[in-house]
Every structure is written in C-alpha cells, then in structure tokens.
Nanobody, 117 residues
Framework: QVQVVESGGGLVQAGGSLRLSCAASGTIFSIGAMGWYRQAPGKQRELVAEIASDLSPTYAASVKDRFTISRDNAKKMIYMQMNSLKPEDTAVYYC???????????WGRGTQVTVSS
C-alpha cells in the first residue's frame, strides 16, 4: 500500500520560518500532484500549495510570496519552505499525494504548526 508521512512542524514566533517535508512510500510507480493542505481549529481544510509532477506550483493567495513548495520526484518527496509566518498560519498541515495506480489521493496524518504572536 501507500504511506504519506509529514515532518517538520513546530512552534515558531511570528516572522519566523519553518520547513515541512513529506515522503510517499509503498508500491508506487508514479505520483501525480502532491500538495499541502491545512486545517485550523473550527475551520475547513484548505489548500495551501500544490505541485504537479512537472514541478509547476499553485499557491493559495494567503501564502503566495511567503511559502515555496518544491518536489524531488526521485525521492518521492515534497517540501514547503514557510517564511514570514503569521499567527493565522497556525494549523495542522497535511500532505496529499495522488497515486495514479490506485486512482486516489493518499493523506498523511498531519503535522502541527503553531505561530505565536
């Protein structure tokens, strides 16, 4: 099967930086789009950034110019560099990977990011 595992969350002061990593593993021949989503308490899960297999990125307006998503296809990993963090960035961040072989998305369990003011 497929596993998706996030790492790199933590507590940081406003204006600080964090780097998230996500690794996909299992019986995978190819991976489609991979992305980061977040869910704050009492809110719906929302797209933060997504990157296609051709490395073309998409960003939510709220993080554009602050967050950078990248991808290493050989390692089956994506990363997200988060700069100029704000308290409103506080959320659980989830990684998602689309696996064409199984025709579905796989989600990680999430990593907590907390930004203090």
């Amino acid at each position: 099967q497929v596993q998706v595992v996030e790492s790199g969350g933590g507590l940081v002061q406003a204006g600080g930086s964090l780097r998230l990593s996500c690794a996909a593993s299992g019986t995978i021949f190819s991976i489609g789009a991979m992305g980061w989503y977040r869910q704050a308490p009492g809110k719906q899960r929302e797209l933060v950034a997504e990157i296609a297999s051709d490395l073309s990125p998409t960003y939510a307006a709220s993080v554009k110019d602050r967050f950078t998503i990248s991808r290493d296809n050989a390692k089956k990993m994506i990363y997200m560099q988060m700069n100029s963090l704000k308290p409103e960035d506080t959320a659980v961040y989830y990684c998602k990977a689309y696996i064409p072989r199984y025709g579905r998305d796989y989600w990680g369990r999430g990593t907590q990011v907390t930004v203090s003011s």
